[in-house]
C-alpha cells in the first residue's frame, strides 16, 4: 500500500499519482474528512451539536459545533493551492475524493450536484491527464456515466452498490492501460 495523502508516487514509466482525500460538508454530522470547498461556499445543514472522534486513545466522542469545527479548518481551495506540483500534468493522476461539480460524476437524489467546486477548478486550470474519483456512489447509476471530461482531462467515479436482482452488491471498478486510458477503459458493470 502507498500513502497518497496529499502526497505523491513516481511510478517507472514517468506517470505521477497524487492524492487528495477531502470532500465538502456531507448533511450529516461532519467527519475529519470533510472540509468548505472555497470562502464562497454555503453552509450545509449541520447536526447540532455534532461529535468527532478525540485524539485520545480511548476514542472518546467528543461534542462540537459543527460550524466552529468547519470555520477553523482550511479549505480545500487552500489545499489545492498548496498541494505539491508534479513534474508533468500530462503524466499525472490525481485521486481525489470528491468529484467536480456539475459533472456527471457527482450526481445525487433529485439530480443534483454534491462535488466540489474547488476541484473542478483546480481539473480546469492544470489538465492533468486523469482524475479518479468517488465519495458519491450513486453518481454513474443516477447520470448513466462513469466517466467525464474537463478540457483533455478524463475524470473517472467508478461508483459503488449496483444492486442486482438477487439484492447482491456488484464491485463497481474501472481498469485500464495506462499509456491508452481511453482506448482500454472498462467498468466492471457498464458497457466500454
Same mark, same amino acid.
Given at each position: 500500500m502507498i500513502d497518497l495523502n496529499q502526497k505523491s508516487y513516481l511510478l517507472k514509466n514517468?506517470?505521477?499519482?497524487?492524492?487528495?482525500?477531502?470532500?465538502?460538508?456531507?448533511?450529516?454530522?461532519?467527519? +475529519?474528512?470533510?472540509?468548505?470547498? +472555497?470562502?464562497e461556499a454555503r453552509w450545509p445543514p449541520q447536526k447540532n451539536p455534532s461529535y468527532i472522534l478525540s485524539s485520545h486513545p480511548s476514542n472518546l466522542l467528543m461534542p462540537i459545533d459543527p460550524f466552529v469545527y468547519?470555520? =477553523?479548518?482550511?479549505?480545500?481551495? &487552500? +489545499?489545492?493551492?498548496?498541494? !505539491?506540483k508534479p513534474a508533468d500534468y500530462n503524466k499525472t493522476i490525481y485521486v481525489m475524493h470528491s468529484p467536480p461539480f456539475k459533472t456527471s460524476l457527482d450526481f445525487i437524489q433529485e439530480g443534483?450536484?454534491?462535488?466540489?467546486?474547488?476541484?473542478?477548478?483546480?481539473? &480546469?486550470?492544470? !489538465?492533468?491527464?486523469?482524475?479518479? @474519483?468517488?465519495?458519491? @456512489?450513486?453518481?454513474?447509476?443516477?447520470? =448513466? @456515466?462513469f466517466f467525464d471530461h474537463i478540457g483533455k482531462t478524463l475524470c473517472i467515479n467508478p461508483g459503488q452498490l449496483t444492486w442486482t436482482r438477487r439484492d447482491v452488491s456488484k464491485l463497481s471498478a474501472v481498469s485500464?492501460?495506462? +499509456?491508452?486510458?481511453?482506448?482500454?477503459l472498462s467498468h466492471t458493470i457498464f458497457q466500454p
Open positions: 514517468g506517470y505521477e499519482f497524487i492524492g487528495y482525500p477531502f470532500v465538502p460538508p456531507t448533511p450529516f454530522r461532519p467527519k +475529519d474528512y470533510e472540509k468548505m470547498d +472555497d470562502g468547519l470555520k =477553523g479548518r482550511e479549505t480545500i481551495e &487552500e +489545499d489545492l493551492n498548496r498541494l !505539491q443534483k450536484s454534491a462535488g466540489s467546486r474547488s476541484v473542478k477548478i483546480f481539473i &480546469e486550470r492544470h !489538465q492533468p491527464c486523469l482524475t479518479l @474519483h468517488g465519495h458519491i @456512489h450513486e453518481s454513474p447509476e443516477l447520470s =448513466g @456515466h485500464f492501460e495506462i +499509456d491508452h486510458i481511453e482506448g482500454t
